[in-house]
């Protein structure tokens, strides 16, 4: 039986709002999810032009971890990246499919198929903040606490990592959803099965 472990912090995004721990951090009138990320972008006051490079699904998960890494108490040197959505990369996987059906402007774009791979995401986050730790992806029905709760708690009892930046990233088409949480061994949630799933719901 390996330490207790916590979540330090978690974020949440969601119809144009955002928060924190519960609390709100941000709420945007705009409903097109570029215009609300946006919109994020410049209330968080954050430096980093390659976001505007990004596919909705890496903005996503880019800004819910800036948010949780500015109250953050931990070093992001061996901290681990696990998501996992519904929709992979489909999102920008249609619109990539567009450039090569389209037979008169027909140029698939580098830029989009780069992000063909919903992974991508976290190497934009691991670039940003030099985390050079373990990292994966992966696709479920619905969030699953059960394997993230197994997961997260493997790789910090086993030493692979210090701290886990853990949680769901889904974007599809308008529809978007974050739930971004930070497990070490300090915090004030005890990181459970059942508190992830009731924080997820809640």
């Known amino acids: 039986m390996g330490k207790k472990l916590y979540i330090q912090h978690y974020c949440k995004i969601k119809d144009n709002k955002i928060t ?11 409903t097109e999810p570029k215009s609300f990320f946006k919109n994020t ?3 968080l006051d954050i430096k980093y ?6 596919d909705n699904l890496s903005k996503l998960a880019f800004l819910a971890t800036e948010i949780i890494l500015k109250k953050a108490d931990s070093d992001t040197k061996n901290m681990a990246i696990i998501f996992s959505n519904k929709a992979s990369s489909l ?9 090569i059906n ?6 698939p774009s580098p830029a989009v198929f780069v992000y063909t791979l919903p992974n991508i995401g976290i ?10 730790s373990e990292n994966a992806f992966f696709v479920f029905d619905k969030y699953n606490s059960r394997f993230h709760h197994t997961y997260e708690t493997s790789l910090i009892q086993n030493k692979k ?9 889904n974007f599809d088409e308008s529809t978007y ?17 059942e508190n992830l799933m009731k924080l997820y719901k809640d």
């Open 20 to 30: 924190l721990n519960g609390s709100l951090v941000f709420e945007d009138v705009s």
């Open 123 to 132: 190497g934009e986050i691991s670039i940003k903040h030099q985390i050079k």
């Open 91 to 99: 999102d920008t996987d249609r619109k990539y499919q567009d450039s």
């Open 49 to 54: 032009p390659k976001f505007f490079k990004m």
């Open 41 to 43: 972008y410049k209330s």
């Open 161 to 169: 990592s210090d701290s886990v930046l853990a949680g769901w990233v």
């Open 102 to 107: 389209d037979r008169e402007n027909y140029f």
């Open 177 to 193: 959803e974050a739930f971004i949480y930070l497990v070490s061994e300090k915090g004030y949630i005890e990181h459970t099965e």
